[in-house]
């Protein structure tokens, strides 16, 4: 069974920084693309940012420069550090693999906002 908890949303400033965690469990995690997706109000979900299991990074044009993903395979946990956060940075952020399974987490909400 899969789980994908995320965890260290919260609400900031424009400007300021956040650091998301996703535990996953139920998958082969080292082996697995691991993505951040992300769901604005009224918007469809996005992909924010990719890592391979050769630790490859891809981001959307949107967050480059400003977001970095990385990975513990240890700790099966996958990382999104977001600075310089913009107020359309505000959605609900998800873990999940790249391509996604239809297993979703609850995600955890970011708020930019002065």
């Known amino acids: 069974q899969v789980q994908l908890v995320e965890s260290g949303g919260g609400s900031v400033q424009p400007g300021g920084s956040l650091r998301l965690s996703c535990a996953a469990s139920?998958?082969?995690?080292?082996?697995?693309?691991m993505g951040w997706y992300r769901q604005a109000p009224g918007k469809e979900r996005e992909l924010v940012a990719s890592?391979?299991?050769?630790?490859?990074?891809d981001y959307a044009d949107s967050v480059k420069g400003r977001f970095t993903i990385s990975r513990d395979n240890a700790k099966r946990t996958v990382y999104l550090q977001m600075n310089s956060l913009k107020p359309d940075d505000t959605a609900i952020y998800y873990c999940?693999?790249?391509?996604?399974?239809?297993?979703w987490g609850k995600g955890t909400l970011v708020t930019v906002s002065s």
């Open positions: 890592i391979t299991s050769g630790r490859s990074t």
């Open positions: 139920g998958i082969i995690f080292g082996t697995n693309t």
């Open positions: 999940n693999t790249r391509p996604y399974l239809n297993s």
